[in-house]
């Protein structure tokens, strides 16, 4: 690099004198305003020699960080690939056989108690199918993210879950046929030791139920669909419905071959939604005032890809002037990482002051339960930005308004977007305010007929039963597998 460096150098430098030269030869009348002579003209080139000098070692300096950055993210996709290929066949070589007769050996691993719905009808069948053996696994040491992970331990204590902790189970011992993930993303919540390559290499299969529903068009590719955060592809998952596995099919660099439709275990509560009831002080507190449930996800000020949501400016100025609003109790679920998140980037004033306004509002309320079920059941209408639970509430057959960025409106799935065309739609708190006082205090659901026609057309399993077709799933493809003593 240096050798280069020093020979465009010099041939810029032979270049600009033999210009100058040949300008001040041939054509001296363009500079009238200067006495040309022969000191003159070597401080000028010694000049420009300086200046060239510079020039080319600052722009090599910025030469060489783009290719090093460039030559690191191209190994680290090229390392990372080549790890999921080694771990393929790994898995090939090694993989656990299932006998006839023995039972399923399947371990869970537990780590976000909010995504317990999205799994938890599937449990409640496995750990007393006398086809499975059934063992959950709790990893909750410091990772990423852990406002998510938070919590984790006293949730399977109270809910009197039995569980080993994942560092001292022998993997090798036991040889459990399927790990049974609850989150895709290996790199940030999960040590080497338990991401899905190291336990393929195991022989052991990858088995995975989305805890989300991935809808957006436009996040960078990687994204569209979360189960590419597996450093491996995984050998089964449960899909929302035959829409969404073409949409892998054409857009996923995993393909679709891997998913079996079977609904998604999280309608399952919402379909028997009498089981979930709010705390009984806070049912005293909201009295007979209609409930507004509001989802908040986290962005930036002027929305991008990733973060298309609004500002969390507009829900300060919403919610300042609900007092307006006395015949409604509005219940906040902020993401785990709303706050934050919004700490982190600058906002701190902000932060402050939408907490004070919370606070000092004698019709919000903020609610911080894990488990996010008995408050969106019982909402009369909601509003929501970028979450999978403006999906979930589409099965409630309650008015909806769709919060995106004013700044950034993202593309959706195709298998999804016919629903979120049947909501209502806002950027702002003049957005939420009309919705407020146009649909639902005036009783005036104008889309309620549309919404239903594409509830039904883009959640087609609603019936109840996506844990039993999952559990089912699971056997008919191990026993594929099968081989005899």
């Known amino acids: 690099m240096g050798i280069i460096r020093s020979w465009i150098r010099e041939r810029l430098i032979l270049a ?41 070692w600052d722009r090599c300096k910025r030469n060489d960080r783009q ?24 898995f090939y070589s090694n993989r656990i056989p299932y006998y006839e007769g023995e039972k399923i050996r399947i371990v869970f691993l537990f780590q976000i108690p909010s995504e ?5 009808s599937v449990y409640n069948i496995l750990v007393k199918d006398e086809r499975f053996e059934f063992t ?7 990772l990423g993210e852990p406002e998510q992970m938070a919590g984790a331990r006293k949730f399977l204590i109270e809910n009197n879950i039995l569980f080993e902790e994942a560092e001292y189970y022998d993997f090798r011992k036991k040889r459990p046929h399927i790990m049974f993930y609850q989150t895709p ?18 022989g052991i299969r990858v088995f995975y139920i989305p805890y989300g529903i991935n809808y957006s068009a436009s996040v960078w590719s990687d994204n569209i669909f979360s189960d590419v955060k597996f450093r491996v592809k995984p050998w089964l998952m449960a899909c929302m419905s035959e829409a969404l596995k073409v949409d892998h099919q054409l857009m996923s660099r995993y393909g679709g071959h891997y998913l079996t439709v079977t609904g998604l275990p999280k309608f399952d509560s919402l379909y028997y939604r009498d089981r979930f009831h709010l705390e009984e002080s ?26 298309p949501e609004p500002h969390i400016s507009e829900y300060i100025d919403f919610f300042d002037q609900v007092d307006m609003y ?7 679920r902020p993401h785990p990482k709303f706050f934050e998140v919004y700490v982190r980037d600058g906002y701190e004033d902000e932060v402050y002051q939408f907490k004070r306004i919370i606070n000092e509002k004698e019709n919000v309320y903020l609610y911080d339960s894990p488990d996010y079920r008995p408050a969106l059941i019982s909402a009369d209408c909601v509003i929501g930005d970028r979450s999978a639970l403006l999906i979930e509430a589409a099965v409630l057959d309650v008015p909806v308004l ?30 939420m305010r009309t919705f407020m006082e146009y649909v639902i205090i005036s009783g005036n659901d104008y889309k309620e007929a549309m919404r239903k026609k594409a509830t039904r057309e883009c959640i087609p399993y609603f019936d109840g039963k996506c844990g039993e077709r999952i559990v089912d799933a699971l056997y008919e493809n191990m026993t594929l597998e099968m081989e005899k003593m």
């Open 16 to 56: 600009v004198k033999y210009a100058i030269r040949e300008e001040i030869k041939d054509s001296t009348s363009l500079l009238p305003q200067i006495q040309i002579n022969t000191s003159l003209g070597n401080d000028t080139l010694k000049d420009i020699d300086k200046r060239i000098e510079r020039w080319t």
């Open 67 to 90: 290719i090093e950055n460039w030559t690191w993210d191209r190994w680290k996709r090229i390392k990372k690939e080549f790890e999921a290929q080694t771990g393929n066949i790994a």
């Open 116 to 120: 317990w719905p999205s799994i938890e």
């Open 136 to 142: 959950v696994l709790l990893y909750d040491r410091t």
């Open 185 to 202: 993303w290996d790199d940030k919540h999960r040590p080497y030791f338990l991401r899905s390559d190291a336990i393929s290499s195991l």
């Open 282 to 307: 806070l049912l005293e507190e909201i009295g007979n005032r209609k409930i507004v449930f509001v989802q908040m996800h986290f962005t930036d000020k002027g929305g991008n890809a990733s973060v």
């Open 326 to 332: 006395k015949e409604y109790y509005f219940i906040l």
């Open 402 to 431: 769709y919060m995106t960025n004013n700044y950034y409106q993202e593309q959706l799935l195709p298998f999804i977007k016919p629903l979120f065309d049947s909501y209502y739609q806002g950027h702002t708190a003049y957005d």
